[in-house]
């Protein structure tokens, strides 16, 4: 059984590059690479994976229909992947308890949570602002792996 703090371990190995995977309407699989980091809920403060989407992409979309997603760390032969449901907080994601101001701060929480870093945080929320990026917050219900 994989705990978030062997996710926590392969996100670091893999610089938080993870696969990200959501059902399709035909019950097929669209997998992805994207960042992912563990971190604390914004409004929960539960331990939680987090990623950042951009808006007009199709697994975003596909997210806000079903509401969950399986995320997949991995680093060698050893993984962990975390499924549940998602909470989103962006420009066209309203989350209860998240003031819309305070997105930018939260979209650097989840970069840096996912080992990111950057040079001129300004730029950076310019970009994240003209592509309508949005948090996602992946509750574990089901964590598995071999590591």
Known sequence: MATLSDIER???GEHGLVTIS????DGSVHSSVVNAGVMNHPV?????????????SWKLGRIRETRRC????????????????????GPND???GVDPASIPMLLREVFTAAGGTHDDWDE???V??????TAVFVTPERLQGRN
Do not use: K, N, Q
């Open 10 to 12: 392969l996100a670091v």
């Open 22 to 25: 959501v059902a399709r309407s």
């Open 44 to 56: 929960t403060g539960d331990r939680v994976v987090a990623t950042v989407l951009r808006g007009p």
């Open 70 to 89: 399986t995320i997949l760390f991995r680093v060698g032969w050893d993984w962990a992947s975390a499924d549940g449901p998602v909470d989103l907080a």
């Open 94 to 96: 309203a989350l209860d």
């Open 124 to 126: 950076y929320d310019r």
């Open 128 to 133: 994240m602002a003209e592509d309508g990026r």
